[in-house]
C-alpha cells in the first residue's frame, strides 16, 4: 500500500494557484494542518487568526460576503465546540460557502480528550445547509477541495494529515453523496468511514476468505446521506448491519445508518463500533481504536455474531493481511 | 439653511423617539430605551455620516421568504433598504438587533421603508421581526447572537481590503457586548489585520437586560480597554450629532476606529426615569402608566416644519 507524505500540504499550493477567491484562514496550527506550503506560496491569502476561533468563524462568513471562499484549517475540536454558534449564525445560517478543515478527526491524536474530534460529525451533520465530508485515504483527501470547492454552501471536511494511505485509485476522486462499493455480497453490509476503512478491508479479506459473504461500502459524504446505492446495500445484508466509525456511534455515521434502515422499513440488525457514549484520553490509536472497540478484530466479532459462527480468526490472521488500492465497484445495478 | 444637517439629524431622531413610543403603545411594550439612548446616534449614522444608497421609493416589507437555502431563490436579505451593497459605498451592520424597532423606525422616516412596514412589526410571517435577522429591513447578516456582528463586519472589511474596495463597513454596537470575550476576539483582529475601513459607534447606554451595565459587569474603562487593543476609541456625548460626526470622520491611519456614544436611556422620555435600573424592555403594568405615557404622547412637541 503506497503512504503519501503530507497530500493536503502539497496539493493545496498547486489547486489554489489558480483561484484567486480562495483564502485560507488559521488559527495558530498552519503547520500542524499543512497549511504552511499555502502561507508562503500566498502570503496575501494567508489570513492568520490567532488562537480566536469564534472570530475566525465569524470573519470567514464575513469574507463570504464580499465574493471570497474561505478555506478554515484547525483542528476540528476548535471549529466544532468552540465555535458552534459562529458556525451555526455566521456561516450555515446564511448558507455560505465556508469550507472547514477540521484535522484531527476522533482518536487520530494521541492529544487525549480536549484534542479528539468525537462529536463533531454530530454537530456538524446537526446543522442545516452544511454539508459533512470525511476523508479515508490519500486520494480523498487531494480531490476533497474540488468537491468542497464545487458546492455552493457550507462545507465541513473530516481531513487527514501527514502520512495518510492511498487507498483508491487517483482516477476515483472523492463525491458528493457517492458512496464506495468495495464489495459485493449477501449476508453482512459494512459501511465504514474515514481511517475506519482500511481496518474494514483488513478484516473482511480474511473473514471472505473463510467463506463470508459480505458488502463493503466506504462513506465520504455524511451530510447529505441520501444515495440509492446506501438502501441498496442496507438490503443487501440478509445477516444483519454493521457500522465502523471514528466518532461517537450516536450523530454519526452509525445513527445515519440507523436512520436509513427506519426510513426503507429493513428490519435487519445493525452493530454500530466506535466510540460507546464515552469520552476517550491520550493514547495511540491503534491502542484506542482496539480499547474502544472499532478496530479489524472488533468487525471480525461483529459479524461472527451476526451470522452465528466462530471462524477462529486471530490477530496474526489480520496482521497478514497486504491492503491494497481498491477500485470502486458501485453499480447500482449490480446490488 | 440656519442650522444645516444638525438641525436635520436632530429633527430626524426626534421622529424616531416618537415613532417608537407610538409604536410601544400600540404593541403594550416597545425596546423604548434603546430608542431612546440610539436616536440621534443612527440618525447621524443615516442622516449624515454613512455613504449608502437609497430605494427609488419607501419599500413595503417582504413577508418571510424561508430561509437561506439551497433552490430558495426568493431568500434576499434587508440590504435592499439600505441601497443595496456596493463596493463604493458603505455597509451597514446592526450588531445588537433588539435594537431592530429602533432602526425600522429610522427607515420609515429616512422614506426607507413604507409606513405600513411597523406595522408588519412581530406579526406571523412577517420578515419585520421583533429580533431582526438579516432578512429584516436594513439588516445583512445574522448578528442577534451577540458578539458576531463585529466579526462579520470585520471579515466584510479584510475582503473590502483584499479587493480594493473603497466602501467602508459601519457597524453599531451596545455596550454590553463588550462583556463577551469573542467582541476583544474581533478588535485584536481587526488591529492586527490594519483595518482602518470600519468605523464600530457604540451606544454606551449603561443598560443591558438585568439592569445597569456596573451592577451586571464592569466594562469601563472601555475607552482604554479598546485601546489598550491598538484601536483608536473616541467619547463623545451621543446626542450630538456634531460630535458624533467629527469623531467618525477621522482619517483611517491604519487603526480601527471605535466611537463610543454615551447616551442617556431616557432621553427626551423623563417619565420613563422611575424604571431604573430596568429600562431594557418598557412594559405598562398598569393602565394609569399607560396613560402617563400616552399622554407624552400626546403633548409631543411640533418641530420643524
Keep these: 500500500m503506497e503512504i503519501v507524505s503530507r497530500p493536503h500540504g502539497r496539493n493545496l499550493v498547486k489547486w489554489a494557484a489558480d483561484k484567486p477567491d480562495v483564502l485560507v484562514l488559521s488559527a495558530d496550527l498552519t503547520g500542524s494542518c499543512e497549511a504552511d506550503g499555502f502561507r508562503d506560496a500566498y502570503p496575501r491569502r494567508f489570513i492568520s487568526c490567532g488562537i480566536a476561533e469564534q472570530n475566525m468563524l465569524s470573519v470567514a462568513g464575513g469574507l463570504c460576503r464580499e465574493g471570497f471562499i474561505p478555506l478554515v484549517h484547525t483542528f476540528a475540536v476548535f471549529i466544532c465546540r ?78 487527514l494529515r501527514g502520512d495518510v494511505p492511498r487507498l483508491f485509485p487517483t482516477d476515483e476522486p472523492i463525491r458528493a453523496d457517492h458512496p464506495r462499493i468495495l464489495s459485493l455480497g449477501d449476508e453482512v453490509t459494512v459501511f465504514s468511514s474515514g481511517i475506519c476503512t482500511e481496518e474494514v478491508l483488513r478484516a473482511s479479506a480474511v473473514l471472505k476468505a473463510r467463506g463470508v459473504s459480505i458488502t463493503h461500502v466506504h462513506i465520504s459524504t455524511l451530510k447529505p446521506f441520501a444515495s440509492g446505492l446506501i438502501d441498496q446495500a442496507i438490503r443487501a445484508g440478509s445477516r444483519g448491519i454493521v457500522t465502523v466509525e471514528n466518532h461517537l456511534v450516536d450523530g454519526g455515521l452509525g445513527t445515519a445508518v440507523a436512520s436509513r434502515c427506519a426510513s426503507t422499513g429493513v428490519g435487519r440488525p445493525l452493530v454500530r463500533l466506535g466510540l460507546q457514549d464515552t469520552w476517550s484520553h491520550g493514547a495511540g490509536r491503534a491502542a484506542l481504536m482496539r480499547e474502544h472497540g472499532f478496530d479489524a478484530m472488533a468487525l471480525v466479532n461483529a459479524v461472527q455474531d451476526l451470522i452465528g459462527a466462530n471462524l477462529s480468526i486471530s490477530l496474526a490472521d489480520l496482521g497478514a493481511v497486504r491492503v491494497e488500492p481498491v477500485h470502486s465497484v458501485a453499480k447500482a445495478e449490480a446490488l | 439653511m440656519a442650522g444645516g444637517w444638525k438641525v436635520d439629524v436632530a429633527l430626524l431622531a426626534d421622529r424616531v423617539r416618537r415613532a417608537v413610543l407610538e409604536h410601544t403603545l400600540d ?222 470622520s477621522r482619517a483611517p491611519d491604519g487603526r480601527p476606529l471605535f466611537v463610543l456614544a454615551m447616551t442617556d436611556p431616557c432621553r427626551g422620555l423623563d417619565l420613563m426615569r422611575k424604571n431604573a435600573p430596568k429600562l431594557h424592555y418598557l412594559r405598562f403594568r398598569t393602565p394609569q402608566e399607560k396613560a402617563g405615557y400616552k399622554a407624552v404622547l400626546d403633548a409631543w412637541p411640533k418641530r420643524g416644519s
Design chain 2, 27 to 248: 404593541n403594550d411594550g416597545g425596546y423604548m430605551s434603546q430608542a431612546c439612548s440610539s436616536a440621534e446616534l443612527l440618525a447621524t449614522l443615516y442622516g449624515r455620516f454613512m455613504n449608502i444608497g437609497m430605494p427609488d421609493r419607501p419599500i413595503e416589507p417582504r413577508p418571510w421568504l424561508g430561509t437561506p437555502r439551497h433552490g430558495n431563490t426568493e431568500y434576499r436579505t434587508g440590504a435592499d433598504f439600505n441601497g443595496g451593497v456596493h463596493d463604493a459605498r458603505d455597509r451597514f451592520i446592526l450588531s445588537p438587533t433588539h435594537y431592530s424597532l429602533v432602526l425600522y423606525a429610522l427607515l420609515v422616516e429616512t422614506g426607507r421603508m413604507s409606513p405600513q412596514g411597523m406595522k408588519q412589526f412581530n406579526r406571523d410571517g412577517s420578515s419585520v421581526e421583533m429580533i431582526g435577522a438579516e432578512h429584516s429591513p436594513g439588516m445583512e447578516v445574522m448578528t442577534g447572537s451577540l458578539g458576531q456582528g463585529l466579526a462579520q463586519a470585520a471579515g466584510m472589511a479584510l475582503g473590502r481590503k483584499l479587493k480594493g474596495a473603497s466602501g467602508r463597513v459601519v457597524v453599531m454596537m451596545s455596550d454590553g457586548e463588550f462583556q463577551i470575550g469573542m467582541t476583544w476576539e474581533s478588535i485584536q483582529f481587526m488591529a492586527h489585520h490594519h483595518l482602518d475601513n470600519m468605523v464600530v459607534f457604540v451606544d454606551v447606554n449603561g443598560q443591558q437586560c438585568d439592569g445597569a451595565v456596573d451592577s451586571v459587569m464592569r466594562i469601563d474603562p472601555i475607552d482604554v480597554r479598546i485601546r489598550s487593543f491598538g484601536a483608536r476609541a473616541a467619547v463623545v456625548d451621543g446626542h450630538d450629532p456634531a460630535a458624533i460626526m467629527k469623531a467618525g
Design chain 1, 82 to 159: 468552540r465555535a458552534f454558534d459562529q458556525v451555526a449564525m455566521s456561516v450555515a445560517y446564511p448558507n455560505l460557502p465556508v469550507k472547514m478543515f477540521g484535522f484531527l478527526p476522533g482518536i487520530t491524536t494521541p492529544g487525549g480528550a480536549t484534542h479528539q474530534a468525537i462529536d463533531d460529525v454530530a454537530l456538524m451533520r446537526s446543522l442545516p445547509n452544511m454539508t459533512v465530508l470525511e476523508t479515508g485515504d490519500a486520494t480523498e483527501v487531494e480531490s476533497v477541495l474540488d468537491l468542497a470547492y464545487s458546492i455552493d454552501g457550507p462545507v465541513y471536511v473530516r481531513m
